[in-house]
């Protein structure tokens, strides 16, 4: 999920402003920006989580990673291990977008017929997501206006120190 800077000048100012900055001080504004930014990511993340599992693969694993010309979220791409042997990332998909259930017919040793479903151990199936890609969609607005504000106010305390 992506937002255009084509379509907001206050973004390509924002990209414009830290081109022409000085090292540290991009530096500066890209950890105050990510400082901001992950909090708000995990507490989207976290309002949109309804389960321990979505919890654990998703939530737990929210990440932001800021640069001078983007703003990437991620969640639920870490390899740890689960206690299963599973890793995060192997069930990440099956999390946030269900899994598929059918109906397995098999046969007992002692010749008995039953049916179970394969799947259970995840939602219905949904391919706009149940955790982060709503997350996303709600947050990214924000994140978008705090990156903005936050480039805003490092840029006039940086003049500010420079003029005093």
Same mark, same amino acid.
């Given at each position: 999920?992506?937002?255009?800077?084509?379509?907001?000048?206050?973004?390509?100012?924002?990209?414009?402003?830290?081109?022409?900055?000085?090292?540290?001080? *991009? *530096?500066? !504004?890209?950890?105050?920006?990510?400082?901001?930014?992950? &909090? #708000?990511?995990?507490?989207? !993340?976290?309002? #949109? =989580?309804?389960?321990?599992?979505?919890?654990?693969?998703?939530?737990?694993? =929210?990440?932001?990673?800021?640069?001078?010309?983007?703003?990437?979220?991620?969640? &639920?791409?870490?390899?740890?291990?689960?206690?299963?042997?599973?890793? !995060?990332?192997?069930?990440?998909?099956?999390?946030?977008?269900?899994?598929?259930?059918?109906?397995?017919?098999?046969?007992?040793?002692? &010749?008995?017929?039953?049916? @179970?479903?394969?799947?259970?151990?995840?939602?219905? @199936?949904?391919?706009? &997501?149940?955790? =982060?890609?709503?997350?996303?969609?709600?947050?990214?607005? @924000?994140?978008? *206006?705090?990156?903005?504000?936050?480039?805003?106010?490092? !840029?006039? #305390? *940086?003049? #500010?120190?420079?003029?005093?």
């Amino acid at each position: 999920m992506q937002i255009s800077v084509f379509e907001s000048p206050q973004l390509q100012g924002v990209i414009l402003a830290l081109a022409g900055m000085d090292r540290e001080l *991009a *530096a500066q !504004l890209r950890k105050a920006t990510k400082t901001v930014t992950a &909090g #708000e990511w995990s507490r989207a !993340l976290a309002a #949109e =989580a309804s389960t321990e599992q979505e919890r654990r693969v998703i939530v737990n694993t =929210a990440r932001v990673a800021v640069s001078n010309t983007n703003i990437r979220l991620r969640a &639920g791409q870490l390899s740890k291990n689960l206690s299963g042997g599973a890793k !995060l990332y192997e069930l990440t998909p099956g999390v946030e977008f269900g899994g598929i259930q059918r109906p397995i017919h098999s046969t007992s040793s002692k &010749g008995k017929a039953y049916t @179970r479903r394969r799947g259970q151990g995840f939602r219905r @199936r949904n391919k706009t &997501g149940y955790v =982060a890609y709503p997350a996303a969609a709600k947050i990214i607005p @924000r994140i978008a *206006a705090l990156w903005v504000a936050t480039t805003v106010r490092t !840029l006039h #305390e *940086a003049i #500010e120190k420079g003029t005093g």
